[in-house]
């Protein structure tokens, strides 16, 4: 069982000194062993995308270096037949449940390759609009309960999300409803450059839960197992018919907020420091050894596994023939009506055109995807 | 033949689905116990339980946003926005959610969601809960919209909207309610995106919508009297627009009125005129003309009102303009 720290902040790795280790109910050294395999593979693919994006292989890119115990922990915690909907500081959530890395920088490269269908592993789209998604998530999970299915919904959101009205909508709609959902917040303490004292006066985020008549625990978000625990806690409840829980992991944003982004001009570097040093997998890998369940090779199995998954995935995904531009038009309505065949035929006389003349490409010039810095 | 209202028409389209498939389901505010602020849900609460007629809170961006996260797992949610003026709560849902869902997963997401609300002049409820916002949305890729004029055409339409694979979003007219007129006894869906020829003519082609329709036809019926023949014309779906419809009729009249109660400014009517003039340049033998509301909030005052949403006698204008004929200026 985690331990309750000040603010109320459940923690279960201890951190080798003076704050013992504990050990989750139902996780075997297997379970742990997923885990760690789980947040060497999203960590890696964020280390690796941000190395694409510099080197224009992908665009603008949410940095989530830091946050991988918050995503590890909270998917694990579920089945497979449940929802989770991302924002895009989850964009790779879904390596977790098999879309291949592949189609997550094709993503990236805004290519149609990029596409999933959510419904092959119950991971819907990515939202940029902050917590647009919620509604969506509370709505899905109220769906599976009057379908009489056991199927629950995860919504993932930041900080700056909870002063957003879909938020507020979303959770009330869920608590009102009873829908089996968890919101879960990854309170890094920043939205870009807003800190989190600038965003409500709240004492904390979980606090907020009380309004919706949902409970509402707050846990050490570097910590994968208090994570785990947590969620599968609001888990146990969604799918007993109990409803909502709001679950606020707290960490500290380590990296900047996207590849567009300079923190130096707004945050704590002496902080970033710090928690540079306990960063999450870091804490996880201290965790195993401690217990004797991970050797070097192991780690470095891991590691290089991961590390090759990346290399055959941007390779796939710069594989990708350029696309056709019917897609354009294709894939706005279904059963498109006749004015999409008559814009398409439009496009195809004037890209004929040029094509002929020479005297301009339809397809950019430089790297395919990379968009300019600070056009997120 | 039964004789339905319109409102007992949307009544029955909804009731119809819902009896025929368990994933279609009414959710928005009051529409439980109180059977909806137009009382169009009236009753069903008996019929299908809470649950599927479903009560929520005061929270537009939720309604539309719940119903989009049930209609992406296959569900056919029916969601009521209680005045369209309140679509405005719920737009982020509208244009960035429900109409790019398809698009942004390469078409293997569908939200076959419904958002029926209703609005309009006509018992001066003021600036807040009279307006006409259909062409904010047609406007937007990825949408369908739907406006209907007769209990008829509201049944079929809702029909077709519910199973359609897109997300749809269904005008009612507030003073269209009352109308009556025998349907048939088997409900019989219309498809989206073809107009209906309400009255033949061959002078003047007045393509109208929404209680601008019945406007019309009284206007054309008043035009006899000057000796002209006028054909009405419904697009009934105004996203996808059923252009050819509307232009093979221009091309037998010659002459273009568009009418709806929304302002014209900007308007739905000014997408119509230049889809008529680009296809029948060189059979339009006068101006197009444009009748809709003044560019101005609707007032409060009732006969405030009245000076600023368009009538039959305004359409009857504009159908003498196009054959030189000014009654205004004599």
Avoid at chain 2, 76 to 99: C, G, H, K, W
Avoid at chain 2, 148 to 159: H, I, K, N
Wanted: net charge negative; glycine share 10%; proline share 6%.
């Amino acid at each position: 069982m985690a331990q309750v720290l000040s603010g109320g902040l459940r923690r279960v790795i201890g951190d080798g000194e003076g704050v013992p280790d504990g050990r989750v109910d139902g996780l075997d050294d297997a379970d742990l062993l997923d885990l760690y395999r789980s947040l060497v593979l999203l960590r890696t693919y964020d280390e690796r995308s941000v190395v694409y994006h510099r080197q224009g292989r992908i665009g603008t890119y949410a940095i989530f270096w830091n946050h991988e115990a918050m995503q590890v922990g909270s998917a694990h915690a579920l089945a497979d037949e449940d929802w989770i909907f991302p924002s895009y500081r989850e964009s790779a959530i879904g390596l977790l449940r098999g879309i291949p890395a592949s189609t997550l920088l094709s993503w990236w490269r805004g290519h149609p390759a990029g596409w999933w269908n959510p419904a092959d592993y119950n991971v819907a789209s990515i939202c940029v609009p902050i917590a647009t998604h919620v509604p969506h998530a509370a709505g899905l999970a109220w769906g599976k309960r009057l379908r009489g299915e056991s199927a629950v919904a995860i919504t993932y959101f930041g900080d700056g999300a909870t002063s957003e009205g879909a938020f507020h909508e979303g959770a009330n709609f869920a608590a009102v409803m009873r829908a089996p959902l968890i919101l879960f917040c990854n309170n890094n303490g920043w939205a870009i450059s807003t800190p989190l004292a600038a965003q409500t006066r709240a004492e904390t985020l979980a606090d907020k839960a009380v309004g919706y008549g949902m409970p509402g625990v707050r846990v050490d978000g570097g910590d994968v197992l208090a994570v785990f625990e947590a969620t599968r806690e609001a888990v146990e409840r969604a799918r007993a018919g109990e409803g909502p829980t709001f679950v606020e992991a707290v960490s500290y944003r380590a990296a900047p907020h996207a590849t567009a982004d300079d923190p130096r001009a707004y945050i704590d570097l002496a902080r970033v420091e710090e928690e540079k040093r306990r960063e999450c997998v870091g804490r996880y890998e201290g965790y195993l050894r401690r217990l004797g369940l991970l050797s070097d090779e192991e780690r470095e199995e891991i590691r290089s596994g991961a590390a090759a998954l990346m290399r055959e995935g941007i390779a796939r995904a710069e594989a990708e023939p350029a696309p056709d531009p019917s897609i354009l038009f294709e894939h706005a309505l279904a059963s498109p009506p006749p004015s999409f065949a008559q814009d398409l035929a439009e496009l195809r006389r004037i890209l004929g055109r040029t094509e002929a003349g020479g005297a301009a490409s339809p397809r950019p010039s430089g790297p395919e995807g990379a968009g300019p810095e600070g056009s997120v | 033949m039964p004789e339905l209202s319109y409102r007992e028409a949307v009544r029955d389209a909804l009731s119809r689905a819902m009896r025929a498939d368990e994933d279609v389901f009414v959710m928005g505010e009051d529409i439980a116990e109180m059977g909806g602020s137009m009382g169009v849900t009236q009753g069903m609460l008996a019929e299908f339980g809470a649950d599927r007629v479903r009560n929520t809170p005061i929270s537009e961006m939720g309604i539309v946003g719940a119903g989009i996260g049930a209609a992406m797992q296959g569900m056919r949610p029916v969601v009521e926005i209680m005045y369209e003026d309140f679509l405005t709560l719920s737009l982020e849902q509208i244009v960035n959610q429900a109409a790019k869902h398809r698009y942004m997963s390469g078409g293997q997401l569908k939200v076959p969601i419904t958002i029926r609300t209703q609005g309009g002049a006509g018992w001066s409820p003021g600036a807040q809960h009279a307006q006409q916002l259909e062409a904010w949305l047609v406007h937007v890729p990825g949408l369908k919209v739907v406006f209907a004029s007769t209990p008829a055409d509201v049944r079929g339409l809702l029909w077709s909207s519910i199973y359609d694979d897109n997300p749809v979003i269904f005008f009612e007219h507030r003073t269209l309610y009352g109308l009556k007129e025998e349907v048939p006894d088997e409900l019989e869906p219309i498809p989206l995106g073809q107009a209906r020829v309400h009255r033949e003519g061959t002078d003047v082609t007045v393509v109208a919508t929404g209680r601008l329709v019945h406007e019309s036809l009284a206007a054309a019926q008043e035009a006899e009297t000057h000796g002209l023949s006028v054909e009405v014309v419904d697009p009934r779906t105004l996203q996808p627009l059923d252009e050819r419809a509307l232009v093979e009729s221009v091309q037998k009249t010659n002459r273009c009125v568009v009418a709806h109660e929304a302002v014209t400014r900007m308007g739905f009517g000014a997408e119509v005129a230049a889809v008529v003039q680009y296809a029948a340049f060189d059979w339009l033998d006068a101006p197009i003309e444009r009748v809709g509301a003044r560019f101005t909030p609707i007032p409060f005052a009732p006969v405030m009102e009245e000076f600023v949403v368009p009538h039959a006698n305004d359409v009857l204008a504009a159908i003498l303009r196009t054959v030189g004929k000014d009654v205004d200026g004599g």
